[in-house]
């Protein structure tokens, strides 16, 4: 259980799929075994606390090195113009945060993107949704 605003979290994650999404159509413009998107979950400790991580993993464009840094930047996009906002991410990295959470990436260009969530478990009182 996580204790988190719903709507929100919805949203962080449609933008994570939308964008992996556009890497995968990038790379694979018809059907292709490697056009897949897996999103995994698990509980994790860290120092002493319990946190559930969601990672998103696709086998699209990735995001190269240079930007990596700089992906969750308002109004940054590496999208053609027209084709983002360059906000997805950043709201999406304010939300999690706001959460008490980390937002995460890991990423090779051309091979992969992985974006790693991890939110902290709700204590037993705390259970329901915000």
């Known amino acids: ?39 995994k979950g698990e509980t994790v400790n860290t120092n002493g606390n319990k946190y559930v991580r969601v990672i998103f993993f696709d086998h699209g464009t990735g995001i190269s090195s240079a930007i990596l840094d700089r992906i969750c930047a308002p109004f940054f996009s590496n999208k053609p113009f027209g084709e983002g906002t360059g906000l997805g991410l950043s709201i ?10 980390n937002l995460y990436f890991d990423s090779v260009e051309g091979e992969y993107a992985k974006v790693i969530i991890e939110l902290p478990a709700a204590t037993e009182e705390y259970g329901e949704e915000l």
């Open 1 to 39: 259980m996580i204790k988190v605003r719903g709507h929100q979290i919805q949203q962080v994650f449609l933008n994570i799929i939308s964008n992996a999404r556009y890497a995968l159509n990038q790379k694979f413009s018809r059907a292709h075994t490697n056009k897949i998107l897996d999103i």
């Open 92 to 101: 999406s990295q304010a939300i999690i945060k706001d959460h008490g959470g």
